[in-house]
């Protein structure tokens, strides 16, 4: 069962695990910010997955592990997180993908791909820490030269031929 996954507000004294720089800089921005760690026991591919959300996301996760999961799986069976609409088999990037953009289209008039959203979070976090290329590494879950070959003008021009 994959209820309860979010633990509690992260403490800001002593954390029971690192927090990473990403979130140490949001704190600094704002020392009230309200972070939750939360675990998930094991991913499709055997990993344990730990990390912060903010807190305003907890209820609504919850409530999609309480009430739509089950009814999206049905009698199936799945240690997914997140489940296809047609049943039991793990939500693909492409699925979601899909999700998004008619999200979106309903709402704001305009299809829009998570990956638009993403690289409108990196202008945005850019914006506000100037170099934070490190912290943005671990945010993306990408190395670091190739968040900076990405999203750096002046690094991707010192490579150019």
Same mark, same amino acid.
């Given at each position: 069962?994959?209820?309860?996954?979010?633990?509690?507000?992260?403490?800001?004294?002593? /954390?029971?695990?690192?927090? !990473?720089?990403? !979130?140490?800089?949001?704190?600094?921005?704002?020392? $009230?910010?309200?972070?939750?760690?939360? %675990?998930?026991?094991?991913?499709? =591919?055997?990993?344990?997955?730990?990390?912060? +959300?903010?807190?305003?996301?907890? @209820?609504?996760?919850?409530? *999609?592990?309480?009430? #739509?999961?089950?009814?999206?799986?049905?009698?199936?069976? %799945?240690?997914?997180?997140?489940?296809? /609409? &047609? &049943? $039991?088999?793990?939500?693909?990037?492409? $699925?979601?993908?899909?999700?998004?953009? %008619?999200?979106?289209?309903?709402?704001?008039?305009? &299809?829009?791909?998570?990956?638009? +959203?993403?690289?409108?979070?990196v202008e945005f976090y850019l914006?506000?820490?100037? @170099?934070? #290329?490190?912290?943005?590494?671990?945010?993306?879950?990408?190395? *670091?030269?190739?968040? =900076?070959?990405?999203? $750096?003008? @002046?690094?991707?021009?010192?490579?150019?031929?």
């Amino acid at each position: 069962m994959l209820s309860n996954i979010f633990k509690a507000p992260v403490p800001r004294d002593d /954390p029971s695990f690192s927090i !990473a720089d990403w !979130a140490r800089r949001l704190l600094q921005v704002n020392p $009230d910010l309200p972070l939750w760690q939360f %675990s998930f026991p094991e991913t499709p =591919r055997g990993r344990s997955v730990r990390g912060l +959300i903010l807190q305003e996301l907890v @209820d609504p996760l919850e409530e *999609y592990l309480q009430e #739509y999961r089950p009814a999206l799986l049905g009698a199936g069976s %799945s240690e997914s997180l997140f489940i296809h /609409p &047609g &049943g $039991d088999s793990a939500l693909t990037a492409s $699925d979601l993908t899909s999700l998004v953009k %008619s999200i979106t289209r309903r709402y704001a008039s305009v &299809g829009v791909t998570p990956s638009t +959203i993403k690289f409108s979070f990196v202008e945005f976090y850019l914006e506000r820490f100037p @170099d934070g #290329y490190v912290e943005l590494a671990d945010i993306l879950w990408m190395d *670091y030269t190739s968040v =900076r070959q990405a999203y $750096d003008p @002046d690094f991707r021009g010192r490579f150019a031929r």
